[in-house]
């Protein structure tokens, strides 16, 4: 309810009931007496000229997995979901100039000079959590027709800063090695266990001190796989940047004459692209130079 009063100076103004009231109080709280709580918050700022990398990794996903009945050694369907909801953070969050990822993790590297919520920690953190999320749950349908989302999936996030370009690149190199090294052990561990019939605890036993030599050479000769031949998907996992792309639309143009005709009209866009390709040599890195930045600045 709103009454209307007049002032001794002849200026109209309103009294609220106390139900009205109570809600603008609340809009002014930042401005009472209570303020002073913001002064507990940590200052968790990330130190200018350094790239922030937001890594996720998926929380208790080997009970996920089997619940919701991955495939073994690898869902490509839970692969292109985690691919597309990686997409949608960059998507969202321009500033994101590559991001990796395998299996349940996926790390995204913001540039240098990003100022994006004021580079704080917890604030990147949490948004690119939270908009990976919802996205895998959003996107579930459309890659897991048939199976049903028992319950909603978590991911724990972590912020860590690389100084340089050298830095940066080593740390992918590491998860692309991470990658490499966990494919070749469960590509052989769940043939022991779906063609040789071995118990998870015998294939376990089984590959025991064994180095990659010996895995490739178990795979060859036991079940006439070569590794190299593997999916590269599955070897190197999935590297998104953002790319230039010529599109053509068909645009309907006005003529002098007055008359209208569909004419085609290009012109190009950054889009985000997937890669399944080696990060640790040079190549790709001089196909993209524009993804670091200099060292010197």
Known sequence: ????????????????????RLFSRSSNMAKSKFEYVRNFEADDTCLRNCYIVVRLDGRNFHKFAEQHKFAKPNDDRALGLMRKSARSVMEELEDIVIAYGQSDEFSFVFKRSSTWF???ASKLMTHVASQFSSSYVFYWKEFFENQPLLYPPGFDGRVVLYPSNRNLRDYLSWRQADCHIN???????WMLVQRKGLSTTQAEDRLKGTLAGDKNEILFTEFGINYNNESAVHKKGTTLIWEKRDETIIKRIKLPNGEEKDMPVTRSRRRVEAYHCDLIGEQFWEEHPDILEDDNC
């Open 183 to 189: 494919n070749l052990y469960n590509t052989l561990f």
């Open 1 to 20: 309810m709103l009454i209307s009063t007049a002032s001794r100076f002849g200026v109209w103004c309103c009294a609220l009931t106390p139900s009205v």
């Open 118 to 120: 004021k580079r704080r």
